[in-house]
């Protein structure tokens, strides 16, 4: 298989960090699992994601702290906590945690970060089935800015591919499904993003065989990379990591912009996590309900879904009210994020945002935003739309309909908010 054909359409699922940082624990993500399997599993959601650090055992919060000792092998390769994994014990690894959400019908993920441990360089271990060692391979001079666990590999050396193939026969033997690299695909620290080492972890996963996701973070990817981003990888990130504060989400508008075109099967550029529902649970943020009004809320969940991101919940989904778990399961919007194409915007006049989709029995999607500080009435004409004649509208949050309508879509957005709607031709 190809690896367009492992994420053909934009994956959905849990990611630990927004709640946890670098702390979860295998309770937690169990927790999370069997959420996702009563209440989101039917809605398509299925990927758990354990995000970074789970290979250190003090781990506390979402600071990392630098130079500490990590759990690692004999080969070079980090391996979880038993402190915090316990059925990892005994040289089991993540499979036990993976072979218990599989049970569940959904699939496993983990974080890694791009390279090779320090503590394997300054240990000078081995790397498997190699007489090479960690000293040979590492980039000592390509390190991450913000993250002391990890020296780069240097894509020349012999022994850099075998380190990567190591690594994912192991990830394999566990059952992975979804990898998460970071430090990887950004562009603006230590000479941008790293492609070397992705060809690397590409060729890594072909090795193996198993159709693992790959997700690159953090971002701004950068768009002149794109061709290579979809040769080698699932996902890539478009922005750094994504928080709930309007500036924020304002600014993904222009990021989409220019992503444009660019979301197709198997290559999904990523708007980041969905700081939804309880979050900061044991991090440096305070522990809270997004910070997002409800309006916010709609306009990330629209934007995202038009532009088919993946989706990935990052709160603590044990705390869902029924608004959150509302936003994740309402079936039209489900619909046009799995199956739309063409996602642009049409305009956007100040405040007033527009952007639609195409639907393969030739409806139209249409998102409707106002990003001002007062009430706006937003509208967009039926040619712009490449529509004419009438049209049934269904707004897809409030699942109201109206019969017909024609030349032109318009409505009073709150501020900060949006409204989405399909329209079929009559």
């Not at 529509?387 to 707004?395: F, I, L, R």
Request: contains cysteine; glycine residues 8%; negative net charge.
């Amino acid at each position: 298989m190809k690896h367009h054909e492992f994420a053909p359409t934009p994956p959905l699922g849990w990611n630990s960090w927004d709640c946890y940082g670098a702390t979860v624990r295998e309770d937690e993500v169990r927790g999370n699992a069997e959420y996702m399997a009563e209440h989101l599993k039917a809605f398509g959601w299925e990927y758990v994601v354990v995000d970074i650090q789970w290979y250190e055992p003090g781990a506390v919060s979402d600071l990392y702290r630098p130079f500490v000792r990590l759990e690692m092998d004999n080969y070079s390769r980090l391996i979880p906590a038993v402190n915090r994994f316990p059925s990892a014990a005994d040289g089991k690894g993540f499979k036990p945690l993976a072979d218990y959400v599989h049970s569940l019908g959904l699939k496993f993920g983990i974080h890694i970060m791009r390279g090779i441990p320090r503590q394997a360089v300054h240990d000078n271990t081995l790397i498997k089935g190699t007489s090479v060692t960690a000293r040979d391979i590492a980039h000592t001079c390509s390190f991450c800015g913000w993250n002391t666990d990890m020296y780069g590999v240097d894509a020349s050396k012999k022994g850099a591919q075998e380190y990567y193939n190591s690594l994912f026969e192991m990830y394999a033997e566990w059952g992975v499904d979804y990898i998460k690299v970071d430090d990887i695909a950004d562009s603006w620290l230590h000479g941008g993003a790293h492609l070397g080492e992705i060809e690397l972890i590409r060729k890594a996963i072909d090795h193996v065989g198993r159709p693992i996701v790959l997700s690159l973070s953090p971002g701004p990817a950068p768009v002149k990379h794109a061709d290579f981003l979809e040769e080698n990888a699932n996902l890539w990130r478009m922005t750094d990591d994504f928080w709930d504060r309007w500036p924020l989400l304002l600014d993904m508008f222009d990021r989409c912009k220019t992503w444009e075109g660019r979301p197709k099967p198997g290559n999904w550029p990523d708007c980041d996590m969905l700081p939804l529902g309880r979050i900061g649970v044991r991090c440096s943020h305070p522990d809270r309900m997004t910070n997002f009004t409800r309006d916010e809320q709609l306009t990330m969940m629209t934007l995202w879904s038009i532009f088919r991101s993946p989706l990935m919940m990052g709160g603590e989904m044990r705390d869902n009210d029924e608004w959150t778990l509302s936003l994740l399961t309402n079936w039209d919007v489900l619909h046009m994020h799995r199956t739309s194409f063409g996602a642009r915007q049409v305009s956007r006049i100040g405040d007033r945002v527009v952007w639609m989709a195409e639907g393969n029995n030739g409806e139209r999607y249409v998102a409707l935003f106002n990003t001002g500080e007062e009430a706006a009435e937003v509208s967009v004409s039926f040619s712009d739309l490449g529509m004419d004649g009438e049209a049934s509208v269904k707004n897809l949050w409030s699942g109201d309909t109206i019969s017909s309508i024609s030349t032109t879509l318009s409505t009073v957005i709150p501020p900060h908010g949006a409204a989405l709607y399909r329209l079929n031709t009559v």
